[in-house]
């Protein structure tokens, strides 16, 4: 569970970074980037979410 958080902090930080790089400096790449850390993000969540249940069940 612990990992699963520090990849979700991680990839937070991520989108993060490159969404201010594209909103201030209209860099496109870095909108991509952010784009494709939702996706993630996405993932990560559902993992999460499977794993906070599977724990509470404990």
């Not at 520090?6 to 860099?27: P, R, V």
């Not at 909108?31 to 069940?57: D, N, P, W």
Request: avoid cysteine; hydrophobic fraction near 40%; glycine fraction near 4%.
């Amino acid at each position: 569970m612990k990992q699963l958080l520090e990849k979700i902090a991680a990839e937070i930080a991520n989108f993060q970074e490159n969404a201010a790089l594209q909103s201030e400096k209209g860099n496109k790449a870095a909108g991509t980037r952010a784009r494709k850390a939702t996706l993630e993000l996405t993932k990560l969540m559902k993992e999460f979410r499977q794993v906070s249940l599977e724990e509470s069940k404990k």
